[in-house]
């Protein structure tokens, strides 16, 4: 089975939010990608709402469940209490945990686990109780894999930014695949499965894949809007669908 594609939307949330107007429509263009075949869609709610807002979250929650069913809905963010209220009223398909600080411009390093997993166990059963598949944010380090096993979690997500920061030194590329390579192997036989987020592009998308073949999901924003603007929205969906079965 191909790696699936979750389409993130919050380099659209945030182009919107520079105008207090309602276009680029986060649920507009969440409707392109799915009608293109895109298997799921992401949002990063953070608590300053400065790209998603709570309200987008409902508004895909609703766009799914009318005109995509056989979709997914994935929402991910630091476990604050408001955050996994917004969550259990919502219910994804997916929620995956990450370790950001409020302030933070993005996602840039996965969970210590061995420091956290008795902070992370109960509140990946909480959200397990309600339905939700829950999903850690991994940095590419074997040996923390069996830290997030015992939280019980169904995924981890490795964090593949400095994988996508190699795109000019081709000898660091083949390191930074390796240790994700190594990372998914050991979730792997631990009975975790894999996704997979942060700079992934069309062009970097094969080679991660063919080192992981069995990557259950990318989750993919900034690189993908940002071949939005270049293709449309429409085609760059089929550009990463290919990427993602080559």
């Given at each position: 089975?191909?790696t699936q594609l ?8 945030q182009l919107r ?160 695949i390796e240790r ?67």
């Amino acid at each position: 089975m191909a790696t699936q594609l979750s389409v993130n939307l919050n380099a659209v949330a945030q182009l919107r939010n520079r105008r207090d107007l309602p276009w680029p429509s986060v649920t507009g263009i969440g409707r392109i990608a799915l009608q293109q075949g895109a298997h799921g869609l992401t949002v990063h709610p953070r608590p300053d709402q400065r790209h998603t807002r709570f309200t987008d979250v409902a508004e895909l929650r609703a766009l799914i469940d009318d005109e995509f069913p056989n979709c997914e809905f994935n929402v991910e963010g630091y476990p604050t209490e408001d955050f996994l209220e917004l969550v259990e009223k919502n219910r994804p398909e997916q929620v995956t945990l990450v370790p950001d600080d409020p302030a933070q411009a993005t996602s840039d390093h996965g969970w210590d686990f061995k420091a956290h997993h008795n902070m992370l166990t109960p509140l990946v059963d909480r959200l397990q109780q309600g339905g939700m598949r829950v999903s850690l944010f991994a940095d590419a380090d074997p040996e923390q894999v069996q830290w997030a096993k015992e939280t019980g979690c169904d995924r981890i997500e490795l964090y593949t930014g400095p994988y996508g920061g190699t795109y000019a030194d081709e000898t660091a590329m083949r390191a930074e695949i390796e240790r994700l390579g190594a990372t998914a192997d050991a979730a792997r036989e631990l009975g975790m499965d894999v996704n997979a987020g942060h700079d992934l592009t069309v062009a970097n998308l094969p080679a991660l894949i063919a080192r992981i073949p069995y990557i259950a999901e990318v989750s993919i924003g900034h690189g993908l809007t940002a071949d939005a603007i270049e293709f449309g929205m429409a085609t760059t969906i089929k550009r990463f669908l290919a990427a993602c079965a080559s």
